[in-house]
């Protein structure tokens, strides 16, 4: 059983920053690319950013030169470094990785997601 928990939304003003954390925990063998995705209020669910265990990254169009996404192996965490926040970056945003548990192939899984929300 693995589990997800994301931290760190809120709201903030435009311009302003936010960091997301997200730990998984659980009986993990080994966690392979981790990321992060967002789903506003009547739309789907979209990329925001993932980084494999080697640390390569990739990003949506929309965030590249403002966030960062970043992890720590040995704290099976990854981050989210949301900087000159734009009101349509709010949503919810939720953690995703992928995840090998001993003796299983490796496995999906999401966090239960963090509001996001930028005023204008």
């Known amino acids: 059983q693995v589990q997800l928990v994301e931290s760190g939304g809120g709201l903030v003003q435009a311009g302003g920053s936010l960091r997301l954390s997200c730990v998984a925990s659980?009986?993990?063998?080994?966690?392979?690319?981790m990321g992060w995705y967002r789903q506003a209020p009547g739309k789907q669910r979209e990329l925001v950013a993932v980084?494999?265990?080697?640390?390569?990254?990739n990003y949506a169009d929309s965030v590249k030169g403002r966030f960062t996404i970043s992890r720590d192996n040995a704290k099976n965490t990854v981050y989210l470094q949301m900087n000159s926040l734009k009101p349509e970056d709010t949503a919810a945003y939720y953690c995703n990785a992928d995840v090998r548990v001993r003796f299983s192939p490796s496995h999906d899984y999401w966090g239960q997601g963090t509001q996001v929300t930028v005023s204008s």
């Open positions: 659980g009986t993990i063998f080994k966690i392979n690319a």
């Open positions: 980084i494999t265990s080697g640390g390569d990254t």
